[in-house]
């Protein structure tokens, strides 16, 4: 099988290239070893939506849901039952990339309930429970950036469990993520952990920044469809001031630690307006990931373009930008905190239509009597 000539462009500019989905039949057909091969693909990432998607369109959970009900009819259980499956089975396929790239990639992220993300305490038990579940050192736990997610990012590095940061929508709010994850770091040396063997992504997502704003935006403003990039490049500032070794990450790096990457998320076009890869093409620069849909993958493996590097070096360039929106009247901030927000709420009303996926498909199957 061919690797994609696009993709390993991509890979070769130092830019991880993960998916953003997971199901039992891409599993079990050997789909997803096969788009490993031909896309280049070093990580899979998932969320309630992905999972929802899967076990209400697909036939290939019928064993695994009926052995998982019959074991214990408890709705959470049967679903944690399913989905750490996956993800288990998905971190032994990815398990020689995890070892050939020093735990760098071979990376597979599960979600903790989303209707957790303000509850700090219960996200911390949910987090250590999962990872105890999954039982496979290449699981990442995806923990929203909220204002209680801060607290549990720091408690749970500091258990030594790796941690994608999600829902992460400004450079402020990016800098907080880091320090939460230093402060995790160091908490990790006090009791006693291996820091070389904690790894961290911060997920930036971006084309719902350009939904929102170009939806205030006039149709003929020259601003519409800018500020996705333009976010995204400044938290790259971010993270060189972050991890700068001479600052409070040096004497971490001394120990071994890994600066947290970040992770490129949100990255399908939704206007059919812009070009189908500008969020790869526009996000280009090494030690960073890209985690797309397969649509926005296929898109770029057909015609996608590496320019170079798209990121460093666009910090004044892309804080005009910013500055020229608010300057249109948008309030930035108040953009951050909607799209936090609804992002949460999207997030709880896919894993309620997770649940009652589940609950049909429960209700179908007989007690084992």
């Known amino acids: 099988m061919m690797t994609n000539a ?8 130092g830019v991880s290239v993960w998916l953003d989905d997971l199901s039992r039949q891409l599993l079990a057909s050997g789909e997803l070893e096969k788009r490993m091969a031909e896309y280049s693909i070093v990580g899979v990432t ?3 939506a992905i999972f929802q998607s899967a076990l209400a369109d697909s036939s290939a959970y019928e064993g695994a849901l009926t052995e998982a009900v019959r074991a214990d009819r408890d709705l959470a259980s049967v679903i944690r039952t399913l989905t750490t499956a996956d993800v288990r089975d998905a971190c032994d396929l990815l398990a020689p990339t995890y070892r050939a790239t020093d735990g760098v990639d071979g990376r597979v992220s599960l979600e903790v309930d989303p209707g957790l993300a303000h509850d700090t305490a219960e996200t911390v038990q949910q987090a250590v429970e999962l ?7 290449n699981v990442m736990i995806k923990i929203p950036a909220t204002s209680a ?3 549990a990012i720091t408690d749970v590095i500091g258990k030594g469990i790796d941690v994608n940061v999600t829902l992460i929508f400004s450079a402020d709010q990016y800098r907080e993520v880091a320090e939460a994850y230093l402060t995790g770091l160091e908490q990790a040396v006090a009791a006693g952990h291996d820091l070389s063997s904690i790894h961290s992504v911060a997920s930036v997502f971006v084309s719902r920044l350009d939904t929102e704003i170009d939806s205030r935006l006039p149709e003929s403003s020259e601003l519409r469809g800018r500020a996705g990039l333009a976010n995204a490049r400044l938290c790259q500032e971010v993270y060189e001031e972050v991890f700068d070794p001479a600052g409070r990450f040096g004497e971490l790096a001394d120990r071994g630690a ?11 076009v939704k206007d059919p307006a812009y070009p189908d890869t500008l969020y790869v093409t526009g996000l280009v620069t090494h030690g960073t990931v890209n985690t797309m849909p397969f649509a926005t993958m296929q898109a770029f493996a057909d015609h996608g373009v590496v320019e170079g590097d798209t990121v460093r070096g666009t910090a004044e360039a892309s804080r005009a930008t910013l500055d020229a929106l608010r300057a249109e009247g948008i309030d930035l901030d108040e953009v951050f905190a909607l799209l936090e927000r609804q992002g949460v709420e999207k997030f709880v009303t896919a894993w309620d239509d997770l649940l009652d996926t589940v609950r049909a498909r429960i209700d179908e199957i007989p007690s084992d009597s």
């Open 6 to 13: 696009n993709l390993a462009a991509l890979s070769a500019a």
């Open 46 to 48: 998932t969320n309630p």
């Open 131 to 137: 990872s105890a579940a999954v039982d496979r050192p």
């Open 149 to 151: 997610g801060l607290p």
């Open 258 to 268: 890994r600066p947290q990457r970040l992770l490129w998320a949100s990255t399908g």
